[in-house]
């Protein structure tokens, strides 16, 4: 079994900061790309971030210059830096991980979601 807890999310002021982490657990055997997705009410679920096991990273057009992903493999955990929040960041944020596990007796590589995190940038 495969886990991902996310953490860091709540009420913000606009222009404010946020923290986003995502601790994977389990029968880990590697991570791949790690990113983080949201989705806001009346919305479909949108990328946000994403880190691959390289460290080459892409982002969603409306978070460039204000939002950073990084991720440490020892900790088998990811982060998601918001600076200069905006009222239209208010969403849900969910952490997306691609992992190496053992799935009879071989090797698969499976996608996971987190719960999600509420983020709520108020005006």
């Known amino acids: 079994q495969v886990q991902l807890v996310e953490s860091g999310g709540g009420l913000v002021q606009a222009g404010g900061s946020l923290r986003l982490s995502c601790a994977a657990s389990g029968n880990i055997l590697r991570l791949n790309a790690m990113g983080w997705y949201r989705q806001a009410p009346g919305k479909q679920r949108e990328l946000v971030a994403v880190m691959s096991s390289g460290g080459s990273t892409n982002y969603g057009d409306s978070v460039k210059g204000r939002f950073t992903i990084s991720r440490d493999n020892a900790k088998n955990t990811g982060y998601l830096q918001m600076n200069s929040l905006k009222p239209e960041h208010t969403a849900v944020y969910y952490c997306?991980?691609?992992?190496?596990?053992?799935?009879?007796?071989?090797?698969?590589?499976?996608?996971?979601w987190g719960q999600g995190t509420p983020v709520t940038v108020s005006s």
């Open positions: 997306y991980a691609e992992i190496f596990v053992i799935q009879a007796r071989d090797v698969a590589l499976v996608d996971y």
